[in-house]
């Protein structure tokens, strides 16, 4: 499906694509969850990530086919809104703004006060880290109101300050590594296995924001496929590197250094300098990510509201800076909320599972159109395996949902049962609106 109607003009080609994906994915949640894998797994948390990479694997090998086929805007929403129809997409929109914006935002700036307060242990006292949050999100929505340049230049020189520590850890320490660490004397309990696996996929969603831009890029039944798979193999090797630095320098010590496992590994590397240096990189990028949400999503919501599938109020501009600032003070509102009443784990368990049923829609969409025909479209890219592909990533995606508690499932029915009153709804008020005014 290719809407040339868009106004868009497709600049971006594999290079850009693959760059957009591998930052995109490798965020802030890696600087942490080393010790979270290490501290339940230890050195079988090396076959988590290999697991995850499988998974991720069969979904992005389902986004490459049907990210060639439908090359109009949107990503997940435009698949599943071709596959299943309106009110499918719609529901994926509100999970996607919801689950992996609001939730994942703010299970990303906990990440600032956990690495400060290793620097400075009055971060661990709640009311001091709320303040934080507080001063953070509004010093990032007054950033925005007034303009979205200063934000652009900012996060731009975040993701370099990124990338290269991340990089130093694995080049450097692996000198380090005792081979000692690297060994398990029994495995995991299955349930032990699969949440934790649950919680590390955390890392490695996120490659489909890129895909977003499927209108502005250059020959999509190529470039997303390519793109897809290039990205994916360098996100594994840096991730399964990182782990494999992190808990063969730290071992059985990495439940002392569980907010900060990968800063004990750059002490170890070149001093207290090191840590210092990985701590403020952690808190910096953590910073960047929020910023750069608030950036973007903001301007979803705000078209979204014209369109009639979000609330009209977030329609409004600011009359000076020509910026949607309702949208980005109620979605920066609503990042504050929740990172003050959950920590990292917590936020990001949910933020996961919300993922994992969005790319589940997605999965299950693929199979459809494989059925289906769509109008002036040639040759595309399939996923090999015929339906084994889409079959291993849905079983896959289930067994990881097992991992959630009562508390999570009920509380994501009750927010999908919401959206779907909110489009029924909406869906009511416009066909009223018409027939007033055609009366």
Same mark, same amino acid.
């Given at each position: 499906?290719?809407?040339?109607?868009?106004?868009?003009?497709?600049?971006?080609?594999?290079?850009?694509?693959?760059?957009?994906?591998?930052?995109?994915?490798?965020?802030?949640?890696?600087?942490? $969850?080393?010790? %979270?894998?290490?501290?339940?797994?230890?050195?079988?948390?090396?076959?988590?990530?290999?697991?995850?990479?499988?998974?991720?694997?069969?979904?992005?090998?389902?986004?490459?086919?049907?990210?060639?086929?439908?090359?109009?805007?949107?990503?997940?929403?435009?698949?599943?809104?071709?596959?299943?129809?309106?009110?499918?997409?719609?529901?994926?929109?509100? $999970?996607?703004?919801?689950?992996?914006?609001? $939730?994942?935002?703010?299970?990303?700036?906990?990440?600032?006060?956990?690495?400060?307060?290793?620097?400075?242990?009055?971060? %661990?006292?709640?009311?001091?880290?709320?303040?934080?949050?507080?001063?953070?999100?509004?010093?990032?929505?007054? /950033?925005?109101?007034?303009?979205?340049?200063?934000?652009?230049?900012?996060?731009?020189?975040?993701?370099?300050?990124?990338?290269?520590?991340? /990089?130093?850890?694995?080049?450097?320490?692996?000198?380090?590594? +005792?081979?000692?660490?690297?060994?398990?004397?029994?495995?995991?309990?299955?349930?032990?296995?699969?949440?934790?696996?649950?919680?590390?996929?955390?890392?490695?969603?996120?490659?489909?924001?890129?895909?977003?831009?499927?209108?502005?890029?250059?020959?999509?039944?190529?470039?997303?496929?390519?793109?897809?798979?290039?990205?994916?193999?360098?996100?594994?090797?840096?991730?399964?590197?990182?782990?494999?630095?992190?808990?063969?320098?730290?071992?059985?010590?990495?439940?002392?250094?569980?907010?900060?496992?990968?800063?004990?590994?750059?002490?170890?590397?070149?001093?207290?300098?090191?840590?210092?240096?990985?701590?403020?990189?952690?808190?910096?990028?953590?910073?960047?990510?929020?910023?750069?949400?608030?950036?973007?999503?903001?301007?979803?919501?705000?078209?979204?509201?014209?369109?009639?599938?979000?609330?009209?109020?977030?329609?409004?501009?600011?009359?000076?800076?020509?910026?949607?600032?309702?949208?980005?003070?109620?979605?920066? %509102?609503?990042?504050?909320?929740?990172?003050?009443?959950?920590?990292?784990?917590?936020?990001?368990?949910?933020?996961?599972?919300?993922?994992?049923?969005?790319?589940?829609?997605?999965?299950?969409?693929?199979?459809?159109?494989?059925?289906?025909?769509?109008?002036?479209?040639?040759?595309?890219?399939?996923?090999?395996?015929?339906?084994?592909?889409?079959?291993?990533?849905?079983?896959?995606?289930?067994? $990881?949902?097992?991992?959630?508690?009562?508390?999570?499932?009920?509380? %994501? /029915?009750?927010?999908?049962?919401?959206?779907?009153?909110?489009?029924?709804?909406?869906?009511?008020?416009?066909? +009223?609106?018409?027939?007033?005014?055609?009366?």
């Amino acid at each position: 499906m290719t809407n040339s109607n868009e106004g868009l003009k497709r600049v971006i080609g594999v290079s850009g694509l693959t760059l957009s994906i591998i930052s995109g994915v490798i965020g802030v949640g890696i600087f942490v $969850l080393p010790a %979270t894998v290490g501290i339940s797994l230890g050195a079988f948390g090396i076959v988590s990530y290999i697991v995850c990479g499988v998974l991720l694997a069969t979904i992005m090998l389902c986004y490459a086919e049907i990210g060639s086929r439908i090359t109009t805007s949107g990503g997940s929403y435009a698949y599943v809104e071709a596959a299943f129809g309106n009110l499918a997409g719609y529901i994926i929109n509100w $999970l996607y703004f919801f689950g992996w914006g609001i $939730l994942g935002s703010a299970a990303v700036i906990n990440i600032v006060a956990d690495s400060l307060s290793v620097l400075f242990p009055v971060f %661990t006292n709640p009311l001091v880290r709320g303040l934080l949050f507080f001063v953070m999100i509004l010093f990032m929505i007054l /950033l925005n109101v007034f303009g979205a340049k200063q934000s652009v230049s900012f996060v731009k020189a975040i993701i370099v300050i990124k990338m290269l520590p991340l /990089l130093g850890i694995i080049v450097f320490g692996i000198g380090y590594i +005792k081979g000692s660490n690297l060994h398990w004397e029994h495995l995991p309990s299955l349930k032990t296995f699969s949440d934790t696996t649950l919680i590390l996929f955390f890392a490695f969603a996120g490659f489909e924001v890129a895909l977003g831009a499927s209108g502005e890029i250059k020959n999509p039944k190529r470039t997303v496929p390519l793109s897809i798979c290039i990205g994916g193999i360098v996100i594994l090797l840096v991730y399964i590197l990182l782990q494999t630095v992190a808990q063969g320098v730290l071992g059985t010590q990495m439940s002392i250094f569980k907010d900060a496992p990968l800063a004990a590994v750059a002490e170890k590397i070149i001093g207290p300098v090191g840590a210092t240096i990985l701590l403020l990189c952690a808190a910096l990028s953590s910073f960047g990510n929020v910023t750069l949400d608030i950036l973007c999503t903001p301007r979803s919501l705000f078209a979204g509201a014209n369109d009639g599938t979000f609330p009209k109020i977030l329609t409004k501009v600011h009359p000076k800076f020509a910026t949607p600032y309702m949208a980005i003070i109620v979605y920066g %509102t609503l990042i504050f909320i929740f990172s003050v009443t959950g920590g990292f784990q917590q936020l990001a368990i949910m933020s996961s599972a919300i993922a994992l049923l969005i790319y589940l829609a997605v999965v299950l969409a693929t199979i459809k159109l494989r059925k289906k025909k769509i109008a002036g479209e040639e040759k595309y890219f399939k996923a090999p395996g015929g339906l084994v592909t889409p079959v291993v990533a849905i079983a896959a995606i289930v067994w $990881l949902l097992t991992s959630l508690g009562k508390w999570e499932i009920l509380s %994501t /029915l009750i927010f999908i049962g919401i959206v779907v009153i909110i489009y029924f709804v909406t869906k009511w008020f416009k066909n +009223k609106n018409i027939i007033v005014e055609t009366v």
